[in-house]
């Protein structure tokens, strides 16, 4: 296998908004990431890719662009992010910038231009559509609620937006859309960024009928098989790989949710020049309802296993992974795959990431799950910031579809905003995350869990998190060695094997609240432990895993 620094990185994601505030307005900024260069160093991430932090009204916190070529006021000047990428690049980390262009804002200046009428030059970077008798284009429903299409009086026509109302999406098949953006995307190459992470890249080419949509709901239609991998999705991404990409030495990972195992070798497949390596979402998908993710179902762990083992098994030697279990998207890993109850905290969390870390692919950590972070469960709407939880409470109550006490409880369970808490980084008042009040409350365990308490105790989650991402640059096998799973319909134990000519690693996860019996595998017999999170000493025969308990084996 073909041996590249991104294989071999961790990346750590910034959600820049709620990572560090350095002066008191209560909105993280791009000082607050330089002051907390050290504390990444520290961990051993080497990359870092760090949300939108470009001109924006934040309707959708930085993922709805008004300028490509502007610093967001609030984060900081250019001079910031021009010092903060040297900063970086003196310690070794690397910057990933989020690409978001599906979409802008509806402030950017090319959409003031377009709806301004029929005939102005911006008119086609974004998609128009007349009404049909009298009504939206079609039925799609967004993303974010309500109908795809938003009418504007000024020209009497349909723009669409797959997500908010002020994100109209962008018209890829206008040749100079897709110059502007390659251009922007070499104005940052050229400032010295290591990479991007696209945001909902494989939603860029709309099937041109656009037609009428399968009712998801009793509300709107899905424009998912007209919109997600549309025709021309690999032509625009070759198209972009030779224009910019192919140029530098940078990294990319496309976020691409629906995307299936044969998709993913086109976006991703080593001789396809397009992307390094994709985001999937099946494993965060998994467990679904009727009305998407907002149920309250609690994951399934036999089906969360198969996934993974398929997409390891799967991409193997043809594309390469991304490994998370949560982002700025998600709620918080522990509280969702692990157990968040302060009994099973911290080894859950241990547990999860040596799972993850252990596979093929690049792993993700992201900002907090270093330190056990947890679902922040806001049971008041008023406490909410998401535009997705805000719409959708109103969309689906209002509908009649859920009870507000219901959809409370969904929110409590998935809402984006459990990611979006401030990080943990003391006791002080506002877990130190600002001197001011913080744009969204903090989580009110901060005071049990954070930062400065983790770097003094040295059985931390975060010392645990620093052994294995020392790990990985200390074993070639953790990187490129395949992968063989281990007893694969067991209902507590998620086990797998890495060989690589003569090494071999055995990793074993309980993920159950209960002990769980297995028998390690003959051939590691006298093998070396590299990790555990339960100080066990015993690793042959007939063994007996306590609740949550996770251990890796080496042997040469
Ligand atoms: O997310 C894309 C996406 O598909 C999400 O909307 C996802 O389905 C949803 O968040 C699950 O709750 C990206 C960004 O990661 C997200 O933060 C943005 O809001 C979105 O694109 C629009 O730019
Ligand atoms: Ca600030």
């Known amino acids: 296998m073909e041996k590249k620094w991104w294989k071999e990185s961790v990346v750590y994601q910034i959600y820049p908004k709620s990572f560090k505030d350095s002066n008191g307005d209560g909105v993280g900024d791009i ?48 001079e910031d992010y021009e010092e903060l990428l040297s900063e970086a690049h003196k310690r070794d980390i690397r910057i990933l910038m989020d690409l978001v262009v599906n979409h802008t804002s509806d402030e950017h200046n090319w959409f003031i231009e377009s709806r301004k009428s029929k005939d102005n030059p911006y008119r086609d970077y974004y998609i128009w559509k007349d009404p049909v008798n009298g009504k939206e284009p079609n039925n799609w429903g ?50 010295g960024i290591d990479g991007f992470r696209m945001d909902v890249i494989s939603m860029i080419s709309k099937d041109q009928s656009f037609p009428d949509g399968e009712m998801n709901n009793s509300l709107y239609g899905d424009f998912g098989p007209y919109c997600v991998h549309g025709p021309r999705i690999h032509e625009f991404l070759q198209e972009m790989n030779r224009e910019v990409l192919s140029k530098y030495d940078i990294m990319t990972v496309g976020e691409t949710s629906g995307v299936t195992i044969e998709e993913a070798q086109k976006y991703a497949g080593e001789a396809r020049n397009e992307l390094n390596m994709v985001f999937q979402f099946e494993h965060v998908e998994n467990g679904s309802g009727d009305y998407g993710k907002w149920t309250t179902e609690k994951y399934d762990f036999k089906e969360f296993k198969r996934i993974m083992i398929k997409w390891q098994e799967e991409l193997q030697g043809k594309a390469w992974n991304s490994l998370f279990l949560g982002n700025h998207d998600q709620p918080r890993s522990v509280s969702r795959f692990g157990n968040d109850n302060p009994a099973y905290r911290e080894t859950s969390a241990k547990m999860l990431a040596t799972c993850l870390h252990m596979m093929q692919g690049t792993p993700y950590v992201y900002q907090g799950e270093e330190l056990g972070m947890t679902n922040v469960y806001f049971d008041k709407l008023e406490d909410y910031r998401d535009i997705e939880s805000i719409n959708f409470f109103t969309e689906l109550t209002e509908s009649g579809l859920m009870t507000p006490e219901y959809m409370m409880k969904c929110l409590m369970l998935r809402s984006r905003d459990n990611a979006r808490t401030p990080m943990q980084w003391d006791d002080s008042e506002q877990a130190g995350f600002t001197d001011g009040e913080s744009w969204i409350k903090v989580n009110p365990n901060y005071k049990e869990i954070n930062a400065a308490q983790q770097l003094e105790d040295p059985n931390s989650i975060f010392y645990y998190y620093q052994k294995l991402i020392r790990l990985r640059k200390e074993k070639d096998i953790i990187v490129y060695g395949g992968f063989e799973p281990l007893y694969r319909d067991d209902e507590q134990i998620f086990a797998y094997i ?18 769980a019996e297995m028998e390690i595998p003959e051939e590691f017999k006298g093998a070396e432990c590299l990790i555990t999170n339960l100080d066990r000493t015993v690793f042959e025969g007939r063994i007996v895993l306590k609740p949550y308990e996770a251990f890796v084996l080496y042997k040469k």
Not at 147 to 162: F, G, I, R, V
Request: proline share 3%.
């Open 31 to 78: 000082r607050g990431i330089i002051q907390k260069l050290d504390y990444l160093k520290e961990l051993g991430v080497n990359v870092l890719w760090i949300s939108p932090m470009l001109e924006s009204p934040q309707d959708d916190n930085g993922y709805d662009i008004s300028d490509y070529r502007r610093i967001y006021k609030e984060y900081g000047t250019m």
């Open 142 to 191: 967004a993303v974010f609620g309500g109908s795809a299409w938003e009418y504007d009086p000024q020209t009497q026509m349909y723009y669409m937006h797959l997500f908010s109302k002020k994100q109209p999406d962008l018209n890829w098949e206008n040749e100079k859309v897709r110059q502007e953006v390659y251009d922007m995307m070499k104005f940052w190459c050229d400032k």
């Open 498 to 515: 890495r060989r690589q000519e003569q090494e071999k690693l055995l990793t074993v996860c309980n993920f159950s609240d209960k002990n």
